[in-house]
């Protein structure tokens, strides 16, 4: 089993920046491919950037150039560096652990990002 831990979520006005953190269970040892997702309102979700065992990353494609994904030296702890947001970054964030071609089995809570002026 594995717990997923976010934090950084917020309101922030159009244009501005947020960091996402999310923490994996302190018991994983190894480093696996950990994911950002975002599910706005109405839509379905969808992966926003993710980053493998390796270091390898990719984004989709209305982020790319905004959003930064990153780990430190800790295993399994992932960052999601958010600039120029705009009104449509606006959805709830969730933090996934295990793949990088696709959706991994586990899940964190979920953390909410508002974009709006």
């Known amino acids: 089993q594995v717990t997923l831990v976010e934090s950084g979520g917020g309101v922030v006005q159009p244009g501005g920046s947020l960091r996402l953190s999310c923490e994996a269970s302190?018991?994983?040892?190894?480093?696996?491919?950990m994911a950002w997702y975002r599910q706005a309102p109405g839509k379905q979700r969808e992966l926003v950037a993710a980053?493998?065992?390796?270091?390898?990353?990719k984004y989709a494609d209305s982020v790319k150039g905004r959003f930064t994904i990153s780990r430190d030296a800790r295993p399994n702890t992932v960052y999601l560096q958010m600039n120029s947001l705009k009104s449509e970054d606006t959805a709830v964030y969730y933090c996934?652990?295990?793949?990088?071609?696709?959706?991994?089995?586990?899940w964190g809570q979920g953390t909410q990002v508002t974009v709006s002026s």
């Open positions: 996934n652990y295990g793949s990088y071609f696709e959706e991994g089995r586990y």
């Open positions: 980053i493998s065992s390796g270091g390898s990353t």
């Open positions: 302190k018991t994983i040892i190894t480093v696996n491919a």
